[in-house]
């Protein structure tokens, strides 16, 4: 090491405005954990770590000297390290406004247009939004949804957020289709009768102006101090690590040469993800960012230009885009080439600060742009000490996974991209799986040069990414190509020698052969149709060239959409706000990032910290724990196993034991075994690398649901139901048809993870925990168990979750159990918060499912008889399985009266992480199966779907196949509703129009109906309570037993009490849910919370209400307040607790009838794709939905939860993939490798409509539960992707019912189409090899 030893630097910058003095930055630290633990600033929030999230986003400024200019841009503060920081300032969510100043105009859009609901993204989309406003204060809705593209929504399903953004776009730039020049927001446009205005979900004229005179200023300190301030290499020293930062590209070089391990660290998006996930320890890095020679750009002499290696991709784009104009076009191929690749890389936020040396250096082996700038021709300008060198970006550039011929100690400090010349063309394409911010599955860079006016190769250069562990050129598929003409016999070879090039094993890491393998085909043929065009234009050849085999881009603007509610009646009194689209109560909190979170709790003395060691077995003996190493460790302050626990080891389920730490064996990858107990995170962690565990494996774990069948390997009882007489009624029908479908599991991914703080009173064994849990009633009692101490001694506080979904009912209990005790031992307060992996890894999810079904039907499309069959993978442990398995079987006739219907399910026990409740439980698999069952009936009868649907619909009054008696009538509005609104039949006609005129891309439509069962078929369940206390100076605090996980539960709840007090919202308070203030709750779950907490709060607020009723009767002009006051000096109690008894509900197995719901939640929904056969990619161009929800308490947190379930759905079923290596180890452990839906998935036409003139008679104010039923609605997007690929498979004469198991990826839906590059791919026989990751 030299140049790096002595005292450290101080590093100086800003943040908000206020200057940041750090005598002792340490280089480990990236801004995140400096804001949230030093400053205190915890309106950024922690998501993911990596990037890949969004919720971490600042901005951060800086001046350049050289153009005496301020650059903003938006940044992740999790991989920006803090020494990086040294001149810059930066802007959080904090600095740009709060309640205690002014909000800023987004942080007000974002929550008036109702685009939070748990909160945890909000500051992050606040700050990806107001950096972009920053540059651009009028955006373009491109902009827009570029600048969002890497900030993750779990709840809103992102239409809110998108359409409180877009009134910042020029109303010119707002709704291009609505053409006339008028916005679309413009209230008249979704008005049917002129004249009536239709309730809107928010104002926009009420909106403050953006006014970017008010913005903080760039402090004037930081421009002198990159004035005058002489460059000098600036060093800063850690416990572990240390950072210089050379001021010259001499003493770069120096610093290299005799420190070639030691990373360049540039933007931090490949070393910083390293160090994080892979535990890599650089004891020294060098930080070039001040090396002007790297950020130089220069026109070469050779044609072309020199972009200096530390450029970050966003300039590499805009310098490309500034040239591209003024060259002739043939000049130009490769730049507009990378352009487009630059524009996929990443999110805003890693373009902004991932550099071009960085990426070429990486040497990924699916780097967008390494195969571009290879195939063309592209070159590293290279220094070391000893001189300067070019090298050629080609196939001998990259050596093996992340390895470049370079030596360790050269620097690359420019790359040379060269103009084209005529006759060459370039092209880039990737698939990836989401369409933005995600990491290509295969991506290419394809060039061929053609002699002068013909369409003889001259040279040809295919590269890929994503299909080996480098980066690969088809270098004998050229040479095929090379000298011979551009034609179909050139081609055609040149397709077979590639599949013989590139093959991949059936094993390769990354799975997905088949797909990958087709994508080099599609992508050199969509190149083909690329170049023959444009030898076409060029008159070079005449060859015919039907429109149907061109391939546009699919479509891509977020265009306006529809949100329709019944408004309330005339006669409500203004100041009743029930019905009305009141904004989430803690909207504002959210978006100024004031709203406290369970992390954002500020550290007690001596809090410690606490992180858990889990399995790395998926079924092994433990033969040996030792914490020795673990304990040496600084700030290691204890280790707690099994043998600590004071109370009940283990908690049971249905008969079902389940240990909280595992004592000698283990029976999945991911369970706790044990915990480390340190003074900081960072410390924490290491002390659990510190601890060694030694297993003996056991034999024969099991992981698929196939192999738990074949070794009745269950969770018990099985259940069955059956009416009607199947058997027999399979002997009468017409048809009879045998399918099934697998359908994935499901991550919950709130994006606020498991979270707890566990404080000891510090008497009487009494603890106050601070939880992120649905259930703080489960979470006190099982503290309780554990510590073997009363219930009455722990009180469980829960202010707000962060996302939910399911996940934190029973797993958050456990969780919350292990951290008490480590707080019960070592006396001080714990804190354990997950990082995403470890939650994705232990926490469970939804169930997978294999169904399989035999059907019988008649010529006409009626369905007599069905018997469907249901294996679902639990998991290492029951928890609510057996709950799930019932719920299966009770929605396995959705919308369908089928006479003769039998289910059975089982909950398979398997050596994976033990599966839990997620929003629907078990409903989105039930109906899954049942759904793609009638299609499949459609399918061999030749009718369209819809029909076979609707002949099958329960219609009059009915009754489930569980002798349940019910009115569809609603159910049949909300389908008819839906098909009107969708204009149905018009678009079926223009599909199949679309389809004859498009080879390669076709469109599909379904429509879909749900009748969702609402309440707990348990009947203990359906109760609630509350305790309502007035103030004496009016002022009301409301608690009740829902917990609030951004569904809008508490803001519903004041609705009810200020309509029940008739006084307004404001006076109303809701602080949080604790177990001392309601007792005995029921969770939060089963889309019930508001019907059965309402009915509490109204209960508690009618006996208040009556209690003042003698007050207000002598003085019935007073005011409230006068009233409250006059209670308290008559001795009235001011404080009442309400309660509410729900229905008594059932379900008997053994006489397979009972009334396990309430009532029903209807809905229909109706979807439209577009998608590209030959990649599998595909758009949502439009979908409506119509919901049933009685009358909406508050119709935009409804709409909400609509669109939010909907997106959910979506995920579940075209995108989100859990994958699990063959021993047991799930892979996806992050948003980089599991994607959930991002604004590029919203569909681009959304439309909601509540049906109106709807009333329920059993739940508060006529409403219905919603959080729940429309996630399966997400599934019309799976069968719209069936449909289109049908259209695809016709094209090459397969007809008949096909395959297509869920989630409906890219790569199923690619396989699905069966293109002629698919069918050349060999299918590897199963069983001959080890797959990469295993089919759960
Ligand atoms: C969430 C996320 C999403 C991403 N998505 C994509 C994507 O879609 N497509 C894609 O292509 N990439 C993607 N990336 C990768 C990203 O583009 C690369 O990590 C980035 O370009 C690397 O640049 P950097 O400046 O951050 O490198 P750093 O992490 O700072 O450095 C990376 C490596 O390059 C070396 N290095 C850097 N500069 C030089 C130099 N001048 N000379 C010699 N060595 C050098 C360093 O020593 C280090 O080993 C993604 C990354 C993340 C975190
Ligand atoms: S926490 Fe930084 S991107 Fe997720
Ligand atoms: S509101 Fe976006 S994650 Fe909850």
Redesign the pocket.
Known sequence: MSNVTGKGDVLRFFINGKKVTENHADPETMLLSFLREKLRLTGTKYGCG???CGACTVMVSRYQPATKTIIHYSANAC?LPLCQLHGAAVTTVEGIGSTKTRIHPVQERIAKAHGSQCGFCTPGMVMSMYALLRNNPQPTMEDITQALAGNLCRCTGYRPIVDGCRTFCQEANCCQDNGAGKCCLNVEENTDEPGHEKPQLFDKEEFLPLDPTQELIFPPELILMAETAKPQTLTFHGERMSWVSPASLDELVQLKTSNPKA???????????DIKFKGVLHPLIIS?TRVKE?FEVTQTQQGGCLGG??LQ?VRVRSLLEKLVPQFPEEKTELFRALIQQLG????QQ?RN???L???V??A?PN???NPVLAAGNCKVSVILNGGRREVPLNQDFFVSFGKTILKPE???VSVFIPFSRKGEFIRAFRQAPRKES???TVTTGMRVFFSEGSRMVQDVDVYYGGLGPTTVSAAKTCAAIVTRPWDNETLSRAYDILLDELVLPPSAPGGKVEFRRSLTLSFLFKFNLEILLKLREMNVITDEFPEKMQIQPLPREIQPSVQEFQDVSKRQSDQDPVGRPIMHRSAISHATGEAVYCDDIPRTNGELFLALVTSSRAHAKITGLDMSEALQLPGVVDVITAKDIPGKKVRTMFGYPEELLAESEVSCVGQIICAVVADTRAHAKRGVAGVKISYEDLPDPIFTTEEAIEKSSFFEPRRVIERGNVADAFKTVDHLYEGGIRMGGQEHFYMETQSMLVVPVGEEMEFNVYVSTQWPTSTQGAIAETLDIPSNRVTCHVKRMGGAFGGKVTKTSILASITSVAAWKTNHAVRCVLERGEDMLITGGRHPVLGKYKVGFMNDGRIVAADIQYYINAGNTVDESLLVVEKILLHIDNAYNIPNLKGRAAACRTNLPSNTAFRGFGVPQSIMIVENMVNDVAVVLGRPADQIREINMYKGPSVTHYKFEFSPENMLRCWEECKVKSDYSARCRAIDQFNQQNRWKKRGMSIIPIKYGIAFAESFLNQAAALVHIYKDGSVLVTHGGTEMGQGIHTKMQQVASCELHIPPSKIYISETSTNTVPNTCPSAASFGTDANGMAVQNACQTLYQRLEPIRQKNPKGSWESWVTAAFFEKISLSATGFYRGPDLYMDWDKMEGQPYAYFTFGACCSEVELDCLTGDYRTVRTDIVVDIGRSVNPSVDIGQIEGAFIQGLGLFTLEELKFSPSGLLYTRGP?QYKIPAVCDLPLHFNVYLLSDSHNPHAIYSSKGIGEPILFLGSSVFFAIKHAAAAARLECGLIGPFSLDSPATPEKACLACASPFTQKIPASKPGSFKPWALNI
Do not use: K, Q
């Open positions: 990596g990037g890949g991989l990373p360049l660290v540039m933007g931090n998006t490949n070393i910083g993800p070039p790297l290696s530390g991709s996929n890389l990443g999110s890693i600060v991932a550099s040396g960085g990426n250096m990486s990924y780097s967008d742009l050269e620097i690359v995600s990491f290509a980089s």
